[in-house]
Nanobody, 124 residues
Framework: QVQLVESGGGLVQAGGSLRLACAASGRTFSSYAMGWFRQAPGKEREFVATIRGGGGSTGYADSVKGRFTISRDNAKNTVFLQMNALKPEDTAVYYC?????????????????WGQGTQVTVSS
């Protein structure tokens, strides 16, 4: 069982930056691929970014490519999402997810564990 706790959300003006963090429980964090997803009001949950268990291989949604960066610190059981050049359309609840396979994935159904989410609001 893996428990995930997100932090770092908040209110920011368009063009600003935020850094989300997701702390995971467990002793085998490096064997889990991690992902970030988001869900805006009235919309389905969508993929944002993913990273392989050992790090090094990442993937991004086209809408955030070049602005967001996913990284992980396996020694601290934490995955990060650095968000730059934020836009009002980035406003959503952001969720951290863990997959019981080391290979990264882009669909929500491939993840086994989810955090409670953290709100990100970008004002124009």
């Amino acid at each position: 069982q893996v428990q995930l706790v997100e932090s770092g959300g908040g209110l920011v003006q368009a063009g600003g930056s935020l850094r989300l963090a997701c702390a995971a429980s467990g002793r085998t964090f490096s064997s889990y691929a991690m992902g970030w997803f988001r869900q805006a009001p009235g919309k389905e949950r969508e993929f944002v970014a993913t990273i392989r268990g050992g790090g090094g291989s990442t993937g991004y949604a086209d809408s955030v490519k070049g602005r967001f960066t996913i990284s992980r610190d396996n020694a601290k059981n934490t995955v990060f999402l650095q968000m730059n050049a934020l836009k009002p359309e980035d406003t959503a609840v952001y969720y951290c997810a863990a997959r019981s396979i080391i290979i990264e994935a882009v669909t929500a159904g491939e993840y086994n564990y989810w955090g409670q989410g953290t709100q990100v609001t970008v004002s124009s």
